[in-house]
Nanobody, 118 residues
Framework: QVQLVESGGGLVQAGGSLRLSCAASGQIFSRPFMGWFRQAPGKGREFVAAISSRGGSTSYADSVKGRFTISRDNAKNTVYLQMNSLKPEDTAVYYC???????????WGQGTQVTVSS
């Protein structure tokens, strides 16, 4: 079992920044690949960013490329999502996910709300 707890969401004006954190616990060694997803009201869940087990490889959705940065601190069992130049269309619940192989996730956090005002 792996437990994921997100934090850092909130209300920010357009152009502002937020940093989300995802603290992992449990058998995290079994699920080393991590990612962030989001779900806006009335829409499906969409991929945002992913990071490999040691952080050497990252990938991003086109909509956030150049604005968001995913990183991890394995000593703290935490994954981060630094979000800059936020736009109203970034408003969503952001979820952290963990998986056994890259880009395939079977553990999810409860989500954290990000609201960007115009």
């Amino acid at each position: 079992q792996v437990q994921l707890v997100e934090s850092g969401g909130g209300l920010v004006q357009a152009g502002g920044s937020l940093r989300l954190s995802c603290a992992a616990s449990g058998q995290i060694f079994s699920r080393p690949f991590m990612g962030w997803f989001r779900q806006a009201p009335g829409k499906g869940r969409e991929f945002v960013a992913a990071i490999s087990s040691r952080g050497g490889s990252t990938s991003y959705a086109d909509s956030v490329k150049g604005r968001f940065t995913i990183s991890r601190d394995n000593a703290k069992n935490t994954v981060y999502l630094q979000m800059n130049s936020l736009k109203p269309e970034d408003t969503a619940v952001y979820y952290c996910a963990a998986g056994q192989i890259a880009l395939s996730y079977d553990y999810w956090g409860q989500g954290t709300q990000v609201t960007v005002s115009s």
